[in-house]
């Protein structure tokens, strides 16, 4: 067996089995193959495909040949989620309270995201002294105690994937949906989770921009999962304005904490999200009443219950409390900046990714992995789709320590998409079982 004929019967649209894909992944990792036969291979199979069998085999290989984490002291259920990623996504760290409140193990592991703004560890690590690297005996203490925690990932988690990915971004393939789909999944997988929810963004600044993109990658997802007997669920929401109304790395904290304190209702499109996820993740272990899941998440929202375990989370991995107690400690950049409504009309939509890529020229995500990230740069949303909308009105506050150039400034005012009526989206735009 050899790379060569691997790559020659996917170029010619056959079909590979688990030996080749299992030689090509131990090749990858034992360095055998050659980084250009393996781009040579990623391109053939963005241009012909994988079919279930294979995704479901590539998957396999990546995990099995990669550190896998079985929580074996935990003897409860363990509830796991994981977002495709878009601008002012802070789900994680609002479901994570709720759900240790509710009595739930929520037990993530996360990667650093490049692109966009900065990723869910680094959000975390805007609050001072918060720690993201643990311990193996730390992370099984604290699994049993407290039953939350968000850590960075072992470099072993899914290793192949790590190669793979950085190849798929240089080669052009990277929007592949098997290759998506292997690659999310391998991570997932190598953990133990009783329920896994994702969360297919989709939309103006998603990955996935149009929605039915977002069902191919759900439903190549699904069959995955079933093959390895995993309750999964997707949900497929919107992405076409920043999710809550900040975005950026401490921005996202502030809004985290004022969301738990009780405020919940001024944050409908969270509220909601947060709703449907937890319904969905319940429901793959039990039958369970819509109605009555959301009443137990208002309760832990209005006793404070959900706030008071954010805190102890926060302290339990070396975060200054003060700072979600009392959010006005938190740095604020030097520069504020209005964007205001150059027209009048209805607001139907934000080129999102263009916002994003200011924010991140500003330094609120990543490029390369070894930039530094601002914690202090964002966005604050005054406006919501459908709003009518008067030349001269607020849109959004840009904040940060750089002066934005006319060119910057003249990108995010055309990020704006006007209309010349209402629109009414929804926010969870499909549940896909």
Not at 241 to 263: H, P, Q, S
């Amino acid at each position: 067996m050899n790379i060569i004929n691997i790559i020659e019967k996917k170029r010619d649209k056959k079909l590979l089995n688990k030996n080749e894909i299992d030689f090509f992944i131990k090749g990858i990792l034992d360095e055998s193959i050659a980084d250009y036969q393996t781009s040579s291979l990623l391109m053939a199979i963005f241009l012909n495909g994988l079919n279930d069998e294979e995704t479901y085999y590539l998957t396999k290989a990546i995990i099995d040949n990669g550190e896998y984490i079985n929580f074996d002291g935990v003897d409860s259920t363990i509830l796991d989620k994981h977002s495709t990623g878009g601008v002012g996504d802070k789900i994680s760290l609002i479901l994570g309270p709720i759900l240790a409140s509710m009595g739930y193990k929520f037990l993530k592991m996360s990667g650093r995201s490049l692109g966009f703004t900065g990723g869910t560890l680094d959000k975390l690590e805007s609050i001072p002294g918060f720690k993201v690297n643990q311990s193996d005996e730390w992370i099984e203490k604290t699994a049993n105690d407290l039953g939350f925690f968000i850590v960075s990932q072992s470099e072993n988690i899914a290793k192949a994937d790590r190669i793979l990915y950085t190849l798929r971004d240089v080669c052009a393939s990277v929007d592949s949906i098997p290759l998506i789909a292997s690659s999310i999944l391998s991570k997932k997988f190598s953990f133990r989770n009783d329920s896994l929810l994702i969360d297919v963004k989709c939309g103006t600044g998603a990955f996935m921009e149009s929605f039915d993109k977002a069902k191919e990658l759900c439903d190549a997802m699904l069959n995955i999962s079933k093959a390895f007997n995993r309750k999964t669920t997707c949900i497929i929401s919107s992405m076409n304005k920043a999710l809550g109304k900040r975005a950026g790395n401490n921005l996202e904290i502030i809004e985290v904490a004022d969301f738990l304190k009780g405020n919940y209702k001024d944050y409908d499109d969270i509220y909601d999200e947060i709703n449907h996820i937890i319904y969905e993740l319940l429901l793959n272990l039990e039958n369970v009443d819509y109605d009555e899941v959301k009443d137990s998440i208002k309760r832990v929202l209005d006793n404070g219950e959900a706030f008071e375990m954010f805190l102890k989370f926060v302290h339990n991995q070396g975060g200054d409390i003060s700072y979600i107690e009392d959010i006005n400690k938190f740095d604020k950049a030097r520069y504020e900046t209005e964007i205001l409504a150059d027209t009048s009309g209805y607001l139907n939509s934000y080129k999102l990714k263009d916002i994003a890529k200011t924010l991140n020229e500003l330094g609120a995500g990543r490029l390369k992995k070894e930039d530094k990230i601002d914690y202090t740069v964002g966005l604050i949303n005054e406006k919501c789709i459908g709003d009518k909308i008067d030349k001269g009105d607020l849109l959004f506050t840009i904040r940060s320590n750089k002066e934005l150039s006319s060119e910057q400034l003249a990108n995010l005012k055309a990020s704006v998409v006007y209309g010349d009526k209402a629109i009414k989206e929804k926010h969870i735009l499909e549940v896909i079982r």
